[in-house]
């Protein structure tokens, strides 16, 4: 019995160690790795080494974004013309209401393609004349955005008003428009104009919010993108809208 199990050990010791030989022989197939794969998997470029700790962004300059009171950020010559298109804004918002404007008066209404417009005598009274003036505030585009053509027309030279506009606001507030400048270089200036408005509350008598809107209180703001060009001929308004007349241009 013993000499029968020393057997069986001997040809399971030589089993197992032809076993260990064969896999020691056998030879492995090559792996072909493509180029694309080397430089990194599907063709992506391997990661570059990373920075530690990345640095943390610049904080935002308060003041940069900060309304201004005033546009003291705007040359001279800019404010000039920023001033004179809120002068226009009286009569750019009902047309008519050139005709009352030092120097003018009315000619009487005409119709014209079945709109009444009222005919200007008078200092303005020229169409030609008084187009140019106004091309000396506003490019040819802002004009387009304001709707001049149809609110002025010709009328055998003659300038001649629509009849008919619209009132400013009511919930316009009795405290000053502040500014953000936007962005600003030698060919151009943008900046943000923000009206202020008032509501009267509920609760709140006839009294009381006059007074809280003579104190300069406001409930809430707009704001309204203003853009300056600097043209051959100077510094222009390219892109106006005024906070009395909101909805209208």
């Known amino acids: 019995m013993k000499k029968i199990l020393l057997a069986v ?31 990194g998997h599907s063709g992506v470029a391997p990661l570059q080494g990373q920075p530690e700790s990345a640095p943390s962004p610049a904080p935002a300059d308060p ?3 900060e309304p201004s009171p005033d546009l003291a950020f705007l040359s001279q010559e800019q404010q000039d013309v920023f001033s004179r298109a809120q ?12 005709a009352f404007q030092t120097g003018n008066d009315s000619g009487g209404e005409v119709l ?11 200092q303005d009274e020229n ?31 003659q300038l001649a008003a ?5 009132g400013g606001a009511i919930d316009y507030a009795e405290c000053p428009d502040t500014y953000r400048l936007e962005s600003a270089d030698d060919d151009a200036v943008t900046f943000t104009l923000i009206g202020h408005y008032i509501q009267q509350q509920p609760e709140e008598t006839d009294t009381d919010f006059l007074t809280r809107r003579a104190g300069g209180a406001f409930d809430s703001t707009m ?4 853009r300056l060009v600097n043209s051959a001929e100077g510094w222009r308004m390219d892109e106006f809208h005024s906070p009395r007349f909101p909805y209208t241009f």
């Open 63 to 65: 003041e940069a974004t």
């Open 162 to 166: 629509l009849v008919g506009g619209v």
């Open 87 to 98: 002068e226009t804004v009286i009569y750019l918002a009902d047309p008519s209401n050139l």
């Open 223 to 226: 704001e309204f993108s203003i």
């Open 9 to 39: 050990i001997a040809a399971a010791a030589a089993a197992a160690a032809f076993f260990l030989y064969s896999l020691a022989t056998v030879e492995l197939p090559e792996l072909e790795i493509d180029s694309s794969v080397q430089a």
């Open 127 to 157: 169409y030609q004349d008084f187009r140019a003036r106004m091309r000396t505030i506003f490019t040819e585009r802002c004009l387009e955005q304001l709707d001049f053509d149809a609110r002025f027309r010709s009328r055998d030279g």
């Open 112 to 122: 014209l393609e079945g709109r009444s417009y009222l005919l200007i005598t008078g």
